[in-house]
T-cell receptor, first 111, second 114 residues
Framework: EDKVVQSPLSLVVHEGDTVTLNCSYEVTNFRSLLWYKQEKKAPTFLFMLTSSGIEKKSGRLSSILDKKELFSILNITATQTGDSAIYLC???????????FGAGTILRVKS | DTEVTQTPKHLVMGMTNKKSLKCEQHMGHRAMYWYKQKAKKPPELMFV???????INESVPSRFSPECPNSSLLNLHLHALQPEDSALYLCASSQDGAGRTEAFFGQGTRLTVV
């Protein structure tokens, strides 16, 4: 059965801290790994990773995939209160038709 | 336009009602998805349409009936639901269903079954 495991499940940090969120996966027919941020309703897309070792960066957020060890990390530097959200890791499997989500990491950034 | 639009935003329905959720995208995406999300849980895949054909049904009960009238629209018809079906229903679309592009989500329909 396809499985995506995120850690930690929740995290409380202070503004300015750097956080690292983890995602490991076991899926058949892996296509790509995606990170989403979910605040109130819709998950909003952050990154899509297909190749190992290539860091993707957007402002204070960055992510990298290791296809050999089957995991990805999402880094957020200089955290702000607006970064408080649930961060979802998802893997596209089964020829890309199936997006399997992890349970998410609840991040709370205190001012 | 990177928007997936869902209507209604909120829906309260009785167990004997029939209602429909609607989803629309104009990005030319050829894969569309329905997800169900319960509180404090990740989204769970229900259905995938690829090129207007149902490609995945994740053993969803028949009281949920998807429909894809054209490449821009996706409906979810609801009939004889149970209170435990109350959840956030998310629609998503991606350029294709082959894992090459990311999925964009709509804002969801918050469904309450009474």
């Amino acid at each position: 059965e396809d499985k995506v495991v995120q850690s930690p499940l929740s995290l409380v940090v202070h503004e300015g801290d750097t956080v690292t969120l983890n995602c490991s996966y076991e899926v058949t027919n892996f296509r790509s790994l995606l990170w989403y941020k979910q605040e109130k309703k819709a998950p909003t897309f952050l990154f899509m990773l297909t190749s190992s070792g290539i860091e993707k960066k957007s402002g204070r957020l960055s992510s990298i995939l290791d296809k050999k060890e089957l995991f990805s990390i999402l880094n957020i530097t200089a955290t702000q209160t607006g970064d408080s959200a649930i961060y979802l890791c998802a893997v596209l499997a089964d020829y890309g038709n199936k997006l399997v989500f992890g349970a998410g990491t609840i991040l709370r950034v205190k001012s | 336009d990177t928007e997936v639009t869902q209507t209604p935003k909120h829906l309260v329905m009785g167990m004997t009602n029939k209602k429909s959720l609607k989803c629309e995208q104009h990005m030319g995406h050829r894969a569309m998805y329905w997800y169900k999300q319960k509180a404090k849980k990740p989204p769970e895949l229900m259905f995938v349409y690829s090129y207007e054909k149902l490609s995945i049904n994740e053993s969803v009960p028949s009281r949920f009936s998807p429909e894809c009238p054209n490449s821009s629209l996706l409906n979810l018809h609801l009939h004889a639901l149970q209170p435990e079906d109350s959840a956030l229903y998310l629609c998503a679309s991606s350029q294709d269903g082959a894992g090459r592009t990311e999925a964009f989500f709509g804002q969801g329909t918050r469904l309450t079954v009474v």
